[in-house]
C-alpha cells in the first residue's frame, strides 16, 4: 500500500467525522420566524389573559401539556408554526409567550391565533 493510497484512506474515514451545526437555539436574542399554512387571525395576549379553563378549551383545544408548579398551571399548545405557553394562576390566565420551532420567540398573538386555528379535539 502506497503512502498516497493510505493518506487518502484515512482521509475518506475521517471525512464521516465531521460535526454538524445544531438546528435549535434557546432564545440567544435571535428573533423567532412566524411561517404557518393555517395562520388564523391573531388572538392579542391581554385577550387571553383573564381566560378560565372553559374559555381557553373552547379557543385552544386541549392543551398538549398540563404542568403544575406551586400555584401556577402551564398550560403548552401547539400548531404547525409554534408552541404557545398559557400561564394560569388560580383559575385565570395571566400570561402567555409563544416560541417558533427552534425556540426562538415569536409574537404570542400571532401563534394564539394559529393554535386556535388548528386546534384539535381529543
Known amino acids: 500500500m502506497t503512502p498516497a493510497f493510505r493518506l487518502g484512506l484515512v482521509a475518506l474515514l475521517l471525512s464521516g467525522c465531521v460535526e454538524s451545526t445544531p438546528q435549535y437555539s434557546l432564545a440567544d436574542g435571535e428573533t423567532g420566524v412566524f411561517r404557518s399554512a393555517n395562520p388564523g387571525r391573531a ?33 403548552r399548545y401547539s400548531s404547525d408554526a409554534c408552541v404557545l405557553f398559557i400561564y394560569v394562576n388560580g383559575t385565570q390566565a395571566q400570561y402567555a409567550d409563544a416560541y417558533d420551532p ?14 386556535a386555528a388548528q386546534k384539535r379535539s381529543v
Not at 55 to 65: D, H, I, S, V
Not at 102 to 115: E, Q
Open 43 to 75: 388572538i392579542p395576549v391581554n385577550q387571553i389573559k383573564g381566560m378560565d379553563e372553559r374559555q381557553l378549551t373552547a379557543t385552544f383545544g386541549a392543551p398538549k401539556l398540563d404542568r403544575r408548579d406551586a400555584s401556577t398551571r402551564v398550560l
Open 102 to 115: 427552534k425556540m426562538r420567540p415569536i409574537p404570542a398573538d400571532r401563534c394564539a391565533g394559529s393554535v
